[in-house]
């Protein structure tokens, strides 16, 4: 494991004024243009079907670039080159892991289409009427939104603040806010047909610029990769240990099962997030999704490859130490590598760091917005909608704005208030529940054919209750150097992550409940699985639990 005494120290300065001055200048104008931009894209639709899945009419080119765009979010940009920096072989496990979720949405993608469902609680709902599962969809949706908002913004912070030169916590939140300010008006006029053409940007930008970032490292080391690898190997934290799994600052005295639940949980709390699910649904057609999620993949592994590439490039380069000591968690490694990699003063410089300044708040706006809208559109279709008898479509659709701002600020709020603390388990929170609540309820919905409404809520809330419990007794939140509380210890759970007991008992659970329960008690019996294979365009009203 990883020394953790010089990680966090801020005692490296990353930008010379003379760097800083004209990136920051360059920065302003691009948020300034992306802002314009927006307007453009605003537009005065009071049909819930257009604002929330834009008609269902993407093509598979622009949903595939769109659903690739998901995946490029702030936190894979920035936190994976900076995992690979400090701990190695365990940041090249973690990459790997979310391209494979993109996998497993492969796999559901046609079905979820197909099933006429934007909504975890659309597709709760085809087993079972009323509105507690609604209302359980709405919960687990809120429990991983909030988690992911926090964890985004604070991210844009502490990137904003390594540009303007002042690394320090007080500087971080002044940043957090005032860019999650810009993103909640953005956010709060978006719509999913404008988040689309804003992430299909967003793409073949990034791509552009992490391929002239490897390339421009490859030259460092004369075009040579073992020439690279070697060195990211010589001037990382551990030599010895850089290239072999242990490095990772959550390991357990179960190592091997520790790795095989925190793997579980990356893999399907990816595929099973509720932003991916809603750009699904926005697909003409449920073969349309599958090609679309074919094109995501493809785009995704080039994204991974360049990114892997890249944390290599920022260990050599720029040496994991300087790394640590900007930021403990590594974010910096990226931003610092695009400012090592050319002579100090040069324009191509100022270029090449303001391109990946303009990436990472590009992904930050495009996550923030898609995490923040998914969640607001559960909470507009899935608990406004059922509870009040005289909505309208418009009221509806302001309802949804509303939740945007309220869900944007209170993710906010709770990034600066939570800016001395090690936050990073949410993530890890929000992928189980994810993977321990959505997962095994959507396998049964589509391929078990007895699975009740007993079952689903026993295997939500089952599930929802041991990451709760899980993790809160964990390494994660006390009794370790990266935990929220490290000068406590009340870890009783030997895992990091809770998906290794969460998912299969939630599964159990799901079983147990719809076999001990009769199949006409409050459940949608009637699903006609016609739907799921393209035989027909979707549910019935009753399998849809109207």
């Known amino acids: 494991m990883v020394s953790l005494e010089l990680l966090g120290s801020g005692a490296v300065e990353p930008f010379d004024v003379a760097v800083r001055q004209p990136v920051i200048i360059s920065i302003l104008v691009f948020i300034g243009c992306a802002l314009l ?49 400090l701990f190695g072989y365990d940041g090249f496990a973690a990459a790997v892991d979310a ?68 690394s320090t916590e007080h500087v971080q939140v002044i940043c957090t806010i005032m860019i999650g300010c810009l993103i909640t008006c953005f956010a709060a006029v978006a719509e999913l047909r404008g988040t689309t053409f804003m992430q299909v940007v967003k793409v073949p930008l990034t791509l552009m610029t992490l391929a002239v970032i490897t390339l421009l490292a490859l030259r460092e080391f004369e075009w040579n990769p073992g020439n690279l690898l070697s060195a990211a190997v010589d001037a990382s934290l551990a030599p010895d240990a850089y290239l072999s799994p242990g490095m990772w600052p959550y390991e357990t005295d179960f190592g091997t099962l520790n790795d095989v639940g925190a793997h579980l949980v990356v893999i399907l709390g990816t595929a099973m997030a509720p932003h991916l699910i809603l750009r699904i649904s926005a697909s003409r057609s449920g073969r349309s999704a599958r090609r679309s999620m074919s094109i995501a993949a493809v785009l995704s592994t080039a994204f991974v490859a360049l990114l892997l590439t890249a944390g290599l490039a920022s260990t050599a380069v720029v040496g994991s130490r300087t790394i640590g000591a900007v930021d403990g968690n590594g974010q910096s490694a990226l931003v610092l590598l695009a400012s090592g990699l050319l002579h100090d003063g040069s324009s191509a410089r100022v270029v090449l760091v303001t391109a990946i300044s303009c990436v990472a708040f590009l992904a930050v706006l495009t996550a923030v917005s898609s995490v923040t809208f998914a969640a607001a559109v559960s909470l507009a279709h899935d608990v406004f909608a059922r509870y009040r008898r005289r909505r309208t479509d418009e009221g509806e659709v302001r309802v949804l704005r509303l939740a945007v701002v309220v869900l944007c600020a209170l993710g906010l709020s709770l990034s600066a208030a939570t800016y001395r603390y090690q936050v990073e388990f949410l993530i890890t929170f929000a992928m189980s529940v994810a993977a321990s609540c959505v997962f095994p309820a959507l396998i049964y919905t589509f391929f078990w054919r007895r ?18 419990v899980l993790m809160l007794f964990s390494s994660s939140v006390s009794g370790s150097a990266y935990a929220l509380w490290p000068e406590e210890d009340f870890a009783w759970y030997p895992f990091q992550t809770p998906g290794l007991v969460a998912v299969p008992i939630a599964f159990l659970l799901g079983w147990i409940g719809s076999v001990t329960s009769s199949r006409d008690s409050g459940s949608a019996a009637a699903v006609d699985h016609s739907f799921l294979t393209e035989r027909r365009s979707g549910p019935t009203a009753t399998a849809r639990g109207q």
């Open 37 to 85: 931009w927006l307007v453009t894209l605003v537009t005065d639709q009071d049909s819930p079907d257009e604002v929330y899945v834009a008609d269902r009419s993407l093509s598979p080119a622009v949903n595939g670039f769109a659903m690739a765009g998901e995946f490029i979010t702030a936190i894979s940009l920035l936190a994976i080159p900076g995992a690979i920096a």
């Open 99 to 166: 391209l494979l979720g993109m996998g497993v949405a492969l796999l559901l993608a046609q079905r979820i289409r197909n099933s006429g469902c934007y909504t975890l609680g659309d597709l709760f709902g085809l087993r079972a009427r009323g509105p507690a599962p609604r209302a359980a969809a709405a919960l687990v949706t809120l429990a991983i939104t909030l988690p992911l908002l926090l964890i985004q913004l604070r991210a844009a912070g502490i990137s904003a603040s390594l540009v303007i030169g002042a």
């Open 451 to 468: 699975f009740n409404r007993r079952g689903l809520l026993w295997s939500v809330y089952g599930g929802l209750l041991l990451c709760v």
